[in-house]
Each structure stands twice: as C-alpha cells, then as structure tokens.
C-alpha cells in the first residue's frame, strides 16, 4: 500500500471486475436471494483475479491497489450481485487489517488463505447481542492461559460466518471498567475446539449473504493469534470500520446505479407524453443524487490511500459521510425505482424488489445511519469545526 496505484492499473482492476460481475455474478443474483443461497463459486471467481484482497501488498497474494480500486471495484460487483458484494467488502477488510495491524508471521499464516480463496470468505466478529451500536460495551472475553488465550463469548450477526475460514475477533482481555482499552483482537480459525456457528438469520435482503452468530465457548486460540498487542482491538475496530464504511458506501452505490438502470429501461419504454417528462425528471434527479454519492465515496477513498502513505492524518469524517450519503441514498434511489416502475415493481420476478431490500440492510451495518451521523458530529467538533 506504499506507493500508489496508477490510475490506469485502478482502472484495469475495475474493468475486470465488470467483467465478472456481468458474466459470472449479475446471472445468478435473483437465484442467490430466492434460494437464500451462498455463492462459494463466486467467492473463488473474485480470489482468482484478486479481488479478495485489493488492497493487500502482491506478496500476500493481493493487487496491492489503493483503497478507490477496492471501491470502484466493489461498487461494479454492487452493481450485478448485493449480496456477494458485502462478503467481498468484509473478506478485504480483514485481509487489509491483517496486513496493517499483524505480525509478518500472523500475515503470512492467514493473509494467503483469504486472497488465494482458499478460506472462501473472511469474518469480522466485533456485535454482540447486546452490543451494536456501542461496541466499547462488548462482552466476549479472552483470559490468558498458558500459550494460549481462551475465549468465551457470543458474536451476533456475522457476515459469511458459516462459510469462513478466517475470523478476526475482539474480546476483552481485561475487566469491563477498562472500557475500549480492554479490548483485543485476535485470529480465529472455525476448526478451533468451542468454537461454534449458530442458525443462520432470516434477513429482509442480501439473502445471498450468510449472517450468524458464533460462540465462543472456552474457545483455545494460541496466544500467537494476538493481533498486535493486548488493549488495541477497539482501535483494529474501528480503523478496519472507517475503511469498511468506504466499501458499504460503494456497495450502496452499485446498488443505486442497478436500479436507475431498470428505471432507464422503463423509461425508454415509456410513450412520449407527460408521463415520459415526468420519469425523466425523476430519473434525472436519482442519476444526480446517485453521482453526488459516488463522489463522496470517491473522495473518501482517495482520503484514506493519502492517510496510508501518511499525507493527511484522518478519514474518519469522510468515510461517515460517504456511509451515510451513499446508503440512504440507495435506499431512497431503490424505493423510488420500485414506484416509478407501478405494480412491476413489486413483483418478486423484477429486479428493482430485491434491490429495495438489498439497500435496506446497508444504513444498519458498519454503523447505523444515526452513529454515522455521530461520528460527522463529533470529528467536526474535534477538529474545532
Ligand atoms: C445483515 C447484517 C450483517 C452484519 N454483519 C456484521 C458483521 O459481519 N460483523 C459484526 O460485528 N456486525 C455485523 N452486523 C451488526 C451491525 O453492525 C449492527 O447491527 C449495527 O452496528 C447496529 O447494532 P444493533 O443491531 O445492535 O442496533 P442498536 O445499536 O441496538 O441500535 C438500534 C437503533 O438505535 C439507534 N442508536 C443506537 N445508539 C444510538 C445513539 N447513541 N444515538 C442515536 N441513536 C442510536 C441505532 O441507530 C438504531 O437505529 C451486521 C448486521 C446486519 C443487519
């Protein structure tokens, strides 16, 4: 991640992303959400050509690109397939933050299994049941014993989490009162002893997408899968959630973009008349909302490839702003493109249903559209805005 990226070599990494989206993705998408099915193949199309580790140094097994390759390219996967975009998103974000925050042995044993596909997906395992929003309150915890740590714990909702082979997990290794400094994070494997996956949950969309809790039930993990030191998970967290909240933004994008193009369709289709001037308009104010939230994503990914190479200190601000700009965005884009196109639009059998619900999911995860906004507050109080 140290030097950039040309934008030629970006725009070579997303144009292959197109490619399989369209031809490998976009034909099984409606498959994938009315049979609830997970796509392994498709998770292996995406390591075969890089795609689950963008950002990751070529050593790794990754494209070493910058964090706008990571977001145009999810955004053209969005665009054809919702549902194997988010495990795409996830599996880059625990495959960057290994490389970030691990150790050279720690990147070398997992880092490999996550860009080669050999893992299918990567987990990320930070809610809890009663820990979502404020997940400095989480209670998983992990007590040293021996060369090993054991962990005790239930993580709720976690993306791809029956189909995973590599899982980064924060519990506390130290009491509650030391709040977010008594986090850490650790590597976790699904061959571990105690370590369990629950009964998938029945979501409103991204059915494609497996989302389950896991439990850690006096879980050994050896104590070499420390990431970093003890009392830094809560900043692993939320570092790999400023990044994360880029992806989801380009996801929702994608999304936006899916629909405005069923609206085109539809609107081609349309007799000329005031029924046709009216789609237009309506089309066109989508088309300029959709664009705004691209830029804003954009920007924010630009952001964080100059915050790697040490240019500016922070994204955090941007990357909120994106997450919240881009997925209400969808959400508004989607349920507008289901009435414009009438009673076809809420037919099972039309495209823009599932994307309806496919958005939905994406103002709730990475952070509630409400703790975006906290975030944006807060950042411009910090910085004395
Ligand atoms: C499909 C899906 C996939 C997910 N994948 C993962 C995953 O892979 N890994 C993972 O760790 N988690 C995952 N999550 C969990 C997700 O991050 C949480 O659902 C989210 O952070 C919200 O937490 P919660 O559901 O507990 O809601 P709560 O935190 O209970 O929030 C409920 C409501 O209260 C509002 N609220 C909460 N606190 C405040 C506040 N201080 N001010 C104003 N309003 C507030 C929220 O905005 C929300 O509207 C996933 C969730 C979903 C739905």
């Excluded at 049979?35 to 292996?44: A, D, K, L, M, N």
């Excluded at 790697?308 to 997450?323: D, I, N, P, Q, S």
């Excluded at 944006?376 to 109080?381: D, K, N, P, Y």
Aim: glycine fraction near 10%; charge should be neutral; proline fraction near 4%.
């Amino acid at each position: 991640m140290a030097t950039p990226f040309a934008a030629d070599e970006t725009a070579a990494v997303v144009a292959r992303a197109r490619a399989i989206a369209v031809e490998r993705l976009a034909p099984l998408a409606a498959e994938l959400d009315r049979h609830h099915r997970f796509p392994v193949e498709s998770f292996r199309a995406l390591a075969d050509v890089g795609l689950l580790g963008v950002t990751v140094p070529t050593r790794w097994g990754g494209l070493g690109g910058e964090p706008l390759t990571l977001a145009l390219s999810l955004s053209e996967i969005a665009r054809a397939c919702a549902s194997t975009a988010v495990g795409a998103s996830v599996t880059n974000m625990v495959a960057e933050t290994l490389c970030r925050f691990g150790s050279e042995e720690l990147i070398a044993r997992f880092v490999p299994r996550l860009t080669s596909g050999e893992a299918v997906t990567g987990s990320f395992c930070l809610s809890e049941p009663a820990a979502g929003s404020d997940a400095a309150s989480l209670r998983a915890t992990a007590v040293r014993d021996g060369d090993d740590y054991v962990l005790d714990g239930t993580k709720m909702w976690i993306t791809s989490g029956a189909y995973s082979g590599v899982f980064i997990v924060m519990a506390r290794t130290a009491p509650a009162a030391a709040g977010h400094k008594g986090i850490s994070a650790f590597v976790l494997t699904p061959d571990l002893p105690g370590f369990g996956i629950g009964k998938a949950e029945e979501k409103t969309g991204l059915l494609g997408s497996n989302t389950v809790p896991i439990t850690l039930d006096g879980c050994r993990v050896p104590a070499a899968n420390l990431i970093g030191e003890e009392g830094i998970g809560f900043r692993i967290a939320m570092t790999a959630l400023d990044g994360g909240r880029i992806t989801i933004g380009a996801m929702a994008n994608g999304i936006a973009r899916a629909a405005l193009a069923a609206v085109r369709e539809h609107l081609h289709a349309t007799p000329t008349g005031p029924l046709r001037t009216a789609r237009k308009v309506a089309y066109g104010e989508l088309l300029a909302r959709t664009r705004a939230a691209e830029l804003l994503v954009e920007r924010a990914a630009v952001l964080k490839g100059a915050a790697l190479r040490g240019e500016v200190a922070r994204y955090t601000r941007e990357a909120a702003m994106a997450k919240l700009f881009a997925t209400e965005n969808a959400k508004a884009v989607t349920t507008r493109a289901v009435e414009l196109l009438g009673a076809a639009g809420v037919d099972r059998a039309c495209v823009v249903e599932r994307l309806m619900r496919d958005a939905r999911v994406t103002t709730i995860f990475e952070g509630t559209s409400e703790v975006q906004r906290l975030v944006i507050g807060r950042e411009v109080l910090r910085a004395g805005g």
